[in-house]
T-cell receptor, first 115, second 111 residues
Framework: GAGVSQSPSNKVTEKGKDVELRCDPI?????LYWYRQSLGQGLEFLIY????????KSGLPSDRFSAERTGGSVSTLTIQRTQQEDSAVYLC?????????????FGPGTRLLVL | LAKTTQPISMDSYEGQEVNITCSHN???????ITWYQQFPSQGPRFIIQ???TKVTNEVASLFIPADRKSSTLSLPRVSLSDTAVYYC????????????FGRGTSLIVHP
């Protein structure tokens, strides 16, 4: 079956512009995660959605970052007024129920470059 | 959530066995240990998971001592294609759901 997909695969933007990154999780997966990976660094947790519960936004680095998940499926990560330090790979993952025992299935990521 | 410590990098040669150890001194009773592999320009993918003793699949083996304060991922006879970053993740089935991947171990396999 189809895995997690993300779009766009690459995004170049100018400082100060807003960007939207999209994630399509595996059908039937109730949990969805967003991560950020800067060059040579590990994965930094950003936000977590589980079913209809309120999302856990504890990892968002600033109020310029926001995310939503419509209909329990597709998710959009929005970065407003982008800064050069926002340049990174943004990864999305989904899992069946959202426990750490479960396998997380990752998308290919969106490579964001802020000039 | 149990914190994990791994070596930042390792080097090996084709055909050798590679062992990557992860320390998780404050692992909780219900925590499982999961390893992920990440190739350049790709998202991480699941390799293996275990709770205690030894687990083996077609890709790797996972050794967990009785005290569970560490675990060792073993890759038999590595090839160039095993060059990747390997992450150790510890978490339980009903508690914290916020994963901490850390920087992982960058394995480079040389010809």
């Amino acid at each position: 079956g189809a895995g997690v997909s993300q779009s766009p695969s690459n995004k170049v933007t100018e400082k100060g512009k807003d960007v939207e990154l999209r994630c399509d999780p595996i059908s039937g997966h109730t949990a969805l995660y967003w991560y950020r990976q800067s060059l040579g660094q590990g994965l930094e947790f950003l936000i977590y959605f589980q079913g209809n519960s309120a999302p856990d936004k504890s990892g968002l680095p600033s109020d310029r970052f926001s995310a939503e998940r419509t209909g329990g499926s597709v998710s959009t990560l929005t970065i407003q007024r982008t800064q050069q330090e926002d340049s990174a790979v943004y990864l999305c993952a989904s899992s069946l129920q959202g426990t750490l025992q479960e396998t997380q299935y990752f998308g290919p990521g969106t490579r964001l470059l802020v000039l | 959530l149990a914190k994990t410590t791994q070596p930042i990098s390792m080097d090996s040669y084709e055909g050798q066995e590679v062992n990557i150890t992860c320390s998780h001194n404050n692992i909780a009773t219900n925590d499982y240990i999961t390893w992920y592999q990440q190739f350049p320009s790709q998202g991480p993918r699941f390799i293996i998971q275990g709770y205690k003793t030894k687990v083996t699949n077609e890709v790797a083996s996972l050794f967990i001592p009785a005290d569970r304060k560490s675990s060792t991922l073993s890759l038999p006879r590595v090839s160039l294609s095993d060059t990747a970053v390997y992450y150790c993740l510890v978490g339980d089935s009903g508690g914290s759901y916020i994963p901490t991947f850390g920087r992982g171990t960058s394995l480079i396999v040389h010809p």
